[in-house]
Every structure is written in structure tokens, then in C-alpha cells.
């Protein structure tokens, strides 16, 4: 009788860049379709100086084996603070000061600077993905102990994932974003017809109102986007971020001339123009389904120009190119009368420390039920009839 084969155990490893591992290797795991995990999108961001341990963001990212197979893969980083999370944990590390504890550094598994849902942990197809989820768990736990680290928290994954992360012992944590749904539109007037009366004048005069301003717009994509573009779109960018924040954002210029601009097809922009001059424009990035808003910026505000180029230029182009879904980015409750839904988005958080888990884990459970008050009560501000 023939003895079966064990197959060989997986073995974890954690790269200090992406450039230890080829482009194929990754994306044949990780894929291509979401764009924020491709080889070129994460390493783009680390060659650039965008993720780096300079900036906070030092990659260790987990790559499990099995034998000599690449069975898993799954973005890390060593943060030394929550900037560009979306996931507020400012006041869990008060109260580690506030116990005599350190809560940075700290692991995270996100995709730098982007709210959006989407795999995290990616696993090779014929490989048991169960098996690696617990695999990782304990390998990202095992270097935790080993570095003396306070925590790790996988931010924006899917339903499901976040579901079997909880079940395995990690805190979930919820929160609501406002997303809109294709529903078999055939134009934007289409869409606008599910509109109570009140709602849809609403809307087409803030439309009215920046072609009064005299600003027309382009939608360009991939090559369609010249240097030129990606230069003016950067200027805007920096121009806005320092009036909200003081800084001139998180991203390079190298990242939007380098990276972003040999996305292809995955990459999105509306530019805005007044006399044949740009003043504004909106960045998007796409998957074979759903658009994700991801940047905005402008010389100086138009009356209703972030509305035009940031949402309502990204439900026309959901529905000339039949995509199912558009998440503009955290925030914003007025999304709700412009027809995006509310939706929840999920977090997991592992605690080292014992008692500071259990407080975790109870603000977690509260939290939850507020956020399910907040998202019913949201959905009854929709203007749809």
C-alpha cells in the first residue's frame, strides 16, 4: 500500500522590500486586478520614499512557503504611528502611555494611504486558505513577541476574511463608508430617475452650476494621461493637502510620475479646465469591477467642482464602462443625498498585552452596535423615490 505524502509545512519570511522578491512572484499570488496590491503599486510607493521607516513605514512584508513554493503573500509594515490609516487608534495609545506601555511600533497590514476594501492576505491557488491564514497569524504574532510590539491591525479587508480573523481571536472593529452600486444604469439620467423630485433638482443644479462657472472636464485614462497631466495633477494635489494640512501630502511627485502614471489602464483622471487652463482634477485607480476614489486637488474652490469631478464624473464613468461598484474614500455624509449608500467596512485588532486586549475588545463590541444606529439612520437619508 502506497504511503500518502504529508505536504510539506509552511514556512514564513518577512522582506524588508519588495525588491527581494521578482514582480511575478507577488502579482502571481497577489494578482493584478486590485490595484493596490500589484508589485508595481506597493513597491512603487517604497521607491519613491512614500514607505519607508523614515516616513513611518517601514515594510516587512510576509511571504509564507511552502517547500520551495510560494504559497502566501500579505503587505506589513512597522508603523511608528497611525498617520494614513483611516482607522483611528489615537486614543488606544493614550491609554498605553496613560498604563506605563509603548504602543509604537506597531505591525500593520493595510494598503498605505488607501481606505479601500480589498484582499489582504493572498493566497496561491490549490493552497489551503485556512491553513495559511493560520499560518500568518502566528508567524506576525511570533515576530510581535520576538520585537517586543504592542499590536497589529489589518485594516479594510473583506467581510468574510474579517469574520474568520475574528473567530481566530482577533478584535473586529466596524465602520461605515458611503459607497455607490451600479444597478443596471444606462446613463447618468438613468440613475438620476431613481431621485425623489426635490433631490434630483438638487443635483443637476450643482451640475448646471460648474458649467456656469465656464469649467468643462475630461475624463483621460493610461496613455491618454501625458507628463504633462501627471505634473499639473501633482501641483494640485500638494496645493490642496497644504491648505487642509499643512504638509504637502504623503506622496511624492516620483510616485504619480514613476508609479502611478505605468498603472495602464488602472488609472483614472478628470481633469477640470477654466479658459483652456487646468485648475483642478480628480485621480482615480480601477479594478475589473469597481472604481476607487482615491485624490483630489485644486488651485482655488469652485462652487460645486469637487462634487462634479470627484463623484459625479465617477458614477458616468461606472456607467459607460459597467462597473459595478465606486468607493470614493472614507468619510463624507454628504455622499448620502448624491446616491451613495452606507455601507460597513471592517478592522482586526491583536493586542499583546492581556488587559489592554479585553478593553479593546469591549470598545470594539460597543462601538460596533453605534455604528450598525449610525448606518441604518444613514440609509434612511438616501434621496432615492
Same mark, same amino acid.
Given at each position: 500500500? !502506497?504511503?500518502?505524502?504529508?505536504?510539506?509545512?509552511?514556512?514564513?519570511?518577512?522582506? &524588508?522590500?519588495?525588491?527581494?522578491?521578482?514582480?511575478?512572484?507577488?502579482?502571481?499570488?497577489?494578482?493584478?486586478? #486590485?490595484?493596490?496590491?500589484?508589485?508595481?503599486?506597493?513597491?512603487?510607493?517604497?521607491? &519613491?520614499?512614500?514607505?519607508?521607516?523614515?516616513?513611518?513605514?517601514?515594510?516587512?512584508?510576509?511571504?509564507?512557503?511552502? @517547500?520551495?513554493?510560494?504559497?502566501?503573500?500579505?503587505?506589513?509594515?512597522?508603523?511608528?504611528?497611525?498617520?494614513?490609516?483611516?482607522?483611528?487608534?489615537?486614543?488606544?495609545?493614550?491609554?498605553?502611555?496613560?498604563?506605563?506601555?509603548?504602543?509604537?511600533?506597531?505591525?500593520?497590514?493595510?494598503?498605505?494611504?488607501?481606505?479601500?476594501?480589498?484582499?489582504?492576505?493572498?493566497?496561491?491557488?490549490?493552497?489551503?486558505?485556512?491553513?495559511?491564514?493560520?499560518?500568518?497569524?502566528?508567524?506576525?504574532?511570533?515576530? !510581535?513577541?520576538?520585537?517586543?510590539?504592542?499590536?497589529?491591525?489589518?485594516?479594510?479587508?473583506?467581510?468574510?476574511?474579517?469574520?474568520?480573523?475574528?473567530?481566530?481571536?482577533?478584535?473586529?472593529?466596524?465602520?461605515?463608508?458611503?459607497?455607490?452600486?451600479?444597478?443596471? #444604469?444606462?446613463?447618468?439620467?438613468?440613475?438620476?430617475?431613481?431621485?425623489?423630485?426635490?433631490? %434630483?433638482?438638487?443635483?443637476?443644479?450643482?451640475?448646471?452650476?460648474?458649467?456656469?462657472?465656464?469649467?468643462?472636464?475630461?475624463?483621460?485614462?493610461?496613455?491618454?494621461?501625458?507628463?504633462?497631466?501627471?505634473?499639473?495633477?501633482?501641483?494640485?494635489?500638494?496645493?490642496?493637502?497644504?491648505?487642509?494640512?499643512?504638509?504637502?501630502? #504623503?506622496?511624492?511627485?516620483?510616485? *504619480?510620475?514613476?508609479? !502611478?502614471?505605468?498603472?495602464?489602464?488602472?488609472?483614472?483622471?478628470?481633469?477640470?479646465?477654466?479658459?483652456?487652463?487646468?485648475?483642478?482634477?480628480?485621480?482615480? *485607480?480601477?479594478?475589473?469591477? &469597481?472604481?476607487?476614489?482615491?485624490?483630489?486637488?485644486?488651485?482655488?474652490?469652485?462652487?460645486?467642482?469637487?462634487?462634479?469631478?470627484?463623484?459625479?464624473?465617477?458614477?458616468?464613468?461606472?456607467?459607460?464602462?459597467?462597473?459595478?461598484?465606486?468607493?470614493?474614500?472614507?468619510? @463624507?455624509?454628504?455622499?448620502?443625498?448624491?446616491?451613495?449608500?452606507?455601507?460597513? &467596512?471592517?478592522?482586526?485588532?491583536?493586542?499583546?498585552?492581556?488587559?489592554?486586549?479585553?478593553?479593546?475588545?469591549?470598545?470594539?463590541?460597543?462601538?460596533?452596535?453605534?455604528?450598525?444606529?449610525? %448606518?441604518?439612520?444613514?440609509?434612511?437619508?438616501?434621496?432615492?423615490?
Amino acid at each position: 500500500m !502506497a504511503t500518502a505524502t504529508r505536504p510539506a509545512a509552511l514556512t514564513a519570511e518577512f522582506l &524588508t522590500s519588495l525588491a527581494q522578491i521578482a514582480p511575478t512572484a507577488w502579482d502571481g499570488v497577489a494578482g493584478t486586478d #486590485y490595484p493596490f496590491l500589484r508589485h508595481h503599486f506597493l513597491y512603487g510607493l517604497e521607491k &519613491t520614499d512614500c514607505t519607508t521607516a523614515d516616513t513611518g513605514w517601514q515594510p516587512c512584508h510576509l511571504i509564507l512557503r511552502q @517547500g520551495d513554493d510560494l504559497a502566501a503573500v500579505m503587505p506589513l509594515y512597522l508603523k511608528s504611528h497611525s498617520y494614513g490609516e483611516y482607522v483611528f487608534d489615537w486614543s488606544w495609545a493614550d491609554a498605553w502611555r496613560q498604563s506605563g506601555l509603548t504602543y509604537y511600533p506597531k505591525l500593520l497590514t493595510a494598503i498605505p494611504f488607501t481606505p479601500a476594501t480589498g484582499p489582504r492576505l493572498c493566497v496561491a491557488a490549490g493552497r489551503d486558505e485556512a491553513q495559511c491564514l493560520d499560518a500568518a497569524i502566528g508567524a506576525v504574532q511570533q515576530l !510581535a513577541a520576538s520585537k517586543n510590539l504592542s499590536s497589529w491591525h489589518l485594516l479594510f479587508p473583506t467581510e468574510a476574511v474579517s469574520q474568520q480573523l475574528l473567530d481566530a481571536g482577533l478584535h473586529r472593529r466596524a465602520a461605515t463608508q458611503f459607497h455607490w452600486f451600479n444597478e443596471g #444604469y444606462r446613463s447618468f439620467d438613468d440613475f438620476l430617475a431613481t431621485f425623489s423630485s426635490r433631490k %434630483r433638482k438638487s443635483l443637476n443644479r450643482e451640475r448646471r452650476r460648474v458649467a456656469e462657472q465656464g469649467i468643462t472636464l475630461r475624463t483621460l485614462t493610461g496613455s491618454e494621461i501625458s507628463k504633462q497631466d501627471w505634473e499639473q495633477f501633482y501641483h494640485f494635489y500638494q496645493l490642496t493637502y497644504a491648505k487642509r494640512s499643512g504638509h504637502g501630502g #504623503y506622496l511624492s511627485r516620483a510616485f *504619480f510620475i514613476d508609479t !502611478a502614471a505605468g498603472m495602464g489602464e488602472q488609472v483614472v483622471m478628470v481633469l477640470a479646465y477654466r479658459d483652456e487652463r487646468a485648475i483642478a482634477g480628480a485621480l482615480y *485607480f480601477r479594478s475589473s469591477d &469597481t472604481l476607487f476614489g482615491r485624490y483630489w486637488g485644486c488651485e482655488q474652490e469652485y462652487d460645486c467642482l469637487h462634487f462634479e469631478a470627484c463623484y459625479y464624473q465617477g458614477i458616468a464613468y461606472c456607467i459607460a464602462n459597467n462597473l459595478q461598484r465606486f468607493d470614493p474614500g472614507a468619510q @463624507g455624509e454628504h455622499k448620502i443625498q448624491r446616491g451613495f449608500r452606507p455601507i460597513t &467596512t471592517w478592522s482586526n485588532h491583536w493586542i499583546a498585552d492581556p488587559q489592554l486586549s479585553a478593553a479593546v475588545g469591549d470598545f470594539t463590541r460597543r462601538e460596533a452596535q453605534h455604528n450598525e444606529q449610525y %448606518r441604518q439612520a444613514a440609509s434612511g437619508l438616501l434621496p432615492f423615490k
